[in-house]
């Protein structure tokens, strides 16, 4: 059970960064006993009541838990789906459907155990059958989670309440996806339906209330009688309001339409603490520059190390967070994240903004006189970092060329080895070896010029298959070795902002966009 | 689909006036000079951005970050610490290339293909018409955001296309223009003298539309401005060149932290328009002043009134014993023109109507004759006005009542019978309703007993089917059966006066003599007195009592029918006696072309 | 009658098929890598053939054309493929807030441009010149900006909250009343501009015409010429340019939704140009044709109402 200790461990560094209250107990007692849970520990149960206005960012893109989305659509989500496991926010894994889980020698075998007091809401019992038959199905999905099952080899039913996930190779990860949207479970007999991308059949404690609903605009969910956790039930209704206007959101808040919201532009914050609002705040992404020409395939100067830190020393992080984010954000010159035990604060030190540094790097690298670098170039992400940038390289003599294509054609063209460098927002997984995995080693879909460095591959094996010490020794080289070779240019960390009103609480989650459901209730 | 159609290609089918002159004319016309001067301004600032602009426009110092105006930067920095002025000076730059490029585009497709439907016609002009329509058919914001979805945010694709969808309007309007002049005679000369058909579209048919294109290009530039901001605004145009849309859309999302930068590219935009939708006003004001040719100044000076010392011959003096219906004396009618003076077109007229009397004005078109009726009915038309005189009906002045007290005369008292009747009906309205209206207002009847009046009225003008025609449009009808309608119309009011102006001028030889004895019958049935305005002695001789023969302005003969005609004295009466004969004999009965008695300026 | 409405119709379905085509091709060839844009920057690229593959975007587009209009004619247009909220109701359900605003605004338009071209045509002067003033402002200045302005003066400066957003008449009709207050005006301006101009003309021309003479002569008030019989002859190049102004308005309300935050037509048209969301793009196209030759068509309608000689030949 060694990844539940991990989990514990990365928990118990993350809950000292984020300073959260009454979470962090011991994990076995939690995982075993459900129902003495954070919840109830604060005081008596009070029966649901009243409604809950949330404000989101993004309308359900489907509520077929096979396709299903996660990330800012998991509210939705929560609200009428049960996941095998679940996470605190600071991440601690806890129990969800599963009562307790084990994996064998080999870490390729997890067995859990259901609970057996679980109805989907059409009255069919959540079994380990229905489990097993949900994760093959999300494995063979269209998520943008589905790949994260990509080492399952196989799910059964050992019996009624005891499931049993087969993987080809270890995956550390794997418990943390189902607390997500991989960890989802649907009645098998909604999987043929015709409906099934609007009517969700699932055991959450919410039921969606499509008649009140309009799709696309906002959600209604009714409160469910007779959830096996009724403690999490704090409000008999809950809206959930897309906007997609972050005017209109802010107007929403300053007359009090909504009681919580997730915003979609920093910079309306003061007004809104004006407003007597609260702000709940953490980071998720790293933002920057993704070098991923690093051996130099279409722009050979990439494949010195010297041009690639010059490219560092000359990016101005501060200014860069102060015009693109409105300062709302941490200046960063490494992938990992705060609450990772990899993370290193000494080295955001190593590439301080430099123009001498920078031009001496590159005339040591033979390129005094600069060259040329395309950037892909999209007004997705605003109007003001791509300019700075190009500015900033043509102080060291790279001229950059900004190549405008669709937004959606952005990612595709960074994937498909278009570009020698690109600007780029990427997630900040919640263990070392989800990072690795998803833009580090080789194979990984944001190295797309799968640039092979033995170093790091063998660091990364041992992220995967070693101890938790050799781990987390291993996460910490790792980190330094990429920031020394100048892999990307990180440049910030974007803030990530819910807001509560003065009756509403709410708990950051940790590598989640939005607060998860149940840490959503009133205040006292 | 564009916004914005201000010219009517009815407009525009009008005298070409030379390049030149009409730039001469410009450069006196204040606002012309003030428009064109701030935008040359403009223009020279986005020529020579480079030069003026102190800082790249894309230059960010992300130590002066929403900055106000100060002596480093003029107009202060935006949300990337940007110098606004510079940017401002280049997105004009930008800004105004992309819509010249979609205006252009729009003038070169628009106007050719135009010429081709408009002179050549055939399929091209059907396919050229459907296309347009479908075009038409979607708001171009639509199909630019369709578009966009497809080329990416490029502003120089975005303005060709939407120049592509301006292109409509130059096409409609060089189509209408071309199709207007296409068969006129000097066209149709130039061709059967064998002229090139390219030669005859640049000489005769280009220099047609060449004003009423450049006064569209203007307003196409407007419009182009207006949608390319909107666009930017909206933050789907290319970010990485300033442009004032862009500046606008940077702008507005950072209102709350400065609602101040809003200002500089609002302003910008406000401006060049401005100065172009008034540059395009003035320049049609010159083009339609110069396609009006000015007419001799004829009048005149102010207030300065000069009757006629013409003696009139009189025949015989009027009866005194029986009073006068109607009494003109020394009328003098005339129009203020523009520049002071007055145009005079009656000079010390004057008539006597006895009641149960049918007195004839006759006298050419131009005469006066019709400029006298509307005057005892105080209905000339507009910059018309009685200068001098009296109009005695009744015991009062007409000349000298007020609106309200004649509009009790009108109708009631007197009453009118127009030249030509199907224009004289209100072509929305049924016959019935034209009819039942005035006695309900001037008679106060109810609307019932008003309907069977006008029934009565229908049949007794000889009308064959009363209830079909009261529910018929005046188009529905014969001209004769609305000139008999007009007829009932007069005497609804049981008036004590009819004008009647060329009862029977636009009408079928075969139906004159019949509204003529209408005419009569109804006159001796009521005993109303008649002042019958017309050019055609038959008419008089037919069934006048007295007859005032008119030239000029003045009332040259005046007599008894019967003693008039036997010894007119007058030589202008006698050169018109002498016409009617050859008229009579050689072609039939004049019919006066419609509408030339109406106006008489 | 029948006939014209039956021939009109028959137009305006091939005039909607003809813009639906054109439209689909020009979108579905010069499409981008719309699976990698649904599904982000997290997903593998084995998901996103995938995704790519449900969504028909490996067929060629003649067959998803076929498909496409079938499915068309049947009245079923697809459902987005961001939200898989069915395109029809996802444009109806904003299509509503747009028209209550370009209705809106086409009322206040017709009702304020009549008074001004009315009193210019009937008695000059500085009516005439306040007229020509609106005339070149609505013409020069784009409404978004007027509507900038509106929202600058009433939303910061006096922080009045119902300057943006939108309130469902079906939830408060004061609110209602208030949040598209604002929109109104500033679509207003423009469309007053053109329209009022049109008015002038037209009762210019029609009390130019002889029998407003014969009707003067009859002894009607002057009120009763204008308001009755001068203006309803002129409303028909009245309601011509209104119908013209109506589509424009469509347009205009895009860009004036986005500065007062109308979760409207004009939002979901840029969202669904941006992110590539074609099936909305082609509804959106679709649906703003039909309305078009639907307009048209009634202003037809209306114009025969108006014009007797149209309406019985």
Known sequence: MFTRKRAAIVATIAAAAITLAGCSGSDSEETTAPTTGAATSDGA??????????????????????????????????????????????????AGLATDWSWDDTNTVLTMTLRDDVVFTDGNPVDADAAAQSILRFQGGTSPQASSLRFVEDATAVDAQTLQITLSAPDPALTTMLTQNAGMVESPAAFDSADIATNPVGSGPYTFNAEESVVGDSYVFDVKADYWKPEDQYYEKIVMKVFSDATAMLNAIQSGQINGAKLADNTTIPQIEGAGWDIVSGELNWAGLLLTDRDGALTPALGDVRVRQAINYALDRDGLLQAAAAGYGTVTEQIFPTFSTSFDESLDATYTYDVEKAKQLMADAGYADGFDLTIPYTPAFGATIFPIVEQQLGEIGITVELDEIAVTDYISGILGQKYSAAFMQLQQDPSDWQIAQFQIVAAAAWNPFNIEDPKVEELAGVLQTGTPEEAEAAGKELNAYLVDQAWNAPLYRNQSTFVTDANTDAQFQVVNAYPYLWTIKPTN | MSEVTPIQPEEVAKEPSTGSHLVRRLLHNPVAVVTSATLLIIILGAVFASYLAPYDPNNSDLQAILQGPSSEHYLGTDGAGRDVFSRLLFATRYSLAGALLAMGLAAIIGVTSGLIAGYFGKWFESFSTWVVSLVMALPGIIVLLAARSVIGP??????????????????????????????????????????????????HILSVVRAPVIIQMTIMLIVAIALQAGLGFLGLMDNSIPTWGGMLGDAFAKLYQDPQGILWPALTIGITAMALALFGNALRDEVERSATPKKAATGTKAAEIVLSDVPTVIHQPADADREDLLRIDGLVVGYDQPDGSLKQVVSGVDISVKKGEIHGLIGESGSGKTQTAFSVLRLLPHGGRIAAGTVHFDGQNLATLSES??????????????????????????IGSQLVEPMRKAMGMSKAAAKARALELLDRVGIPDPKRTFKSYPHQVSGGMAQRVLIAGAISCEADLIIADEPTTALDVTVQADILDLLRSLQRELNVGILLVTHNFGVVADICDWVSVMQDGRIVETGPVGALFANPRDEYTKSLFSAILDEEHARGAYVAPAGTAAGGK | MIRFIITRLLNGVVLLFAVATIAFFLLYWGAGDIARQILGASASQETVDLKAEQLGLNEPVFSRYGEWLSNAIHGDLGASWFTNQPVTEAITSRMGVTLSIVIGTVILTAIVATILGVSAARYGGWRDRTLQVVSILGLAIPGFLIAIFLVRIFAIELGWLNATGYIDFTDSFTGWLKSVTLPIIALSIGAMAAVAQQVRGAVKDAMRQDWVRTLRSRGISENRVVYKHVLRNA???????LALQFVGLLGGAVIVEKVFAIPGIGQISVTATTQGDLPIVMGIVVFTAALVVVINLSIDLLLGFVNPKVRLS
């Open chain 1, 45 to 94: 149960m009070a029966a649901p009541e009243g409604t809950l206005t949330l404000g989101t960012l993004v309308p359900v893109t489907t509520f077929e838990a096979a396709n299903a989305a996660w990330a800012n659509e998991s509210p939705y989500m929560q609200a009428v789906y049960d996941t095998i496991l679940r996470a605190d926010p600071d991440g601690t894994i806890v």
């Open chain 2, 154 to 203: 490029s502003l120089w694709y975005t303005m060709a296309i939407f120049g592509l969808l301006l292109s409509t309007g130059f096409h409609r309007l060089t189509h209408a223009a071309v199709m207007g002049v296409r068969n006129e005679l000097y066209v149709d000369a130039a061709r059967v003298s064998g002229v090139r058909n390219r030669s005859i579209i640049s000489r």
């Open chain 2, 405 to 430: 007290e004649m509009r009790k005369v009108r109708g009631a008292r007197i009453s009118y019978i127009p030249q030509e009747p199907m224009s004289n009906l209100d072509p929305s309205f049924t």
């Open chain 3, 235 to 241: 409303s028909g190049p009245a309601l011509a340019i």
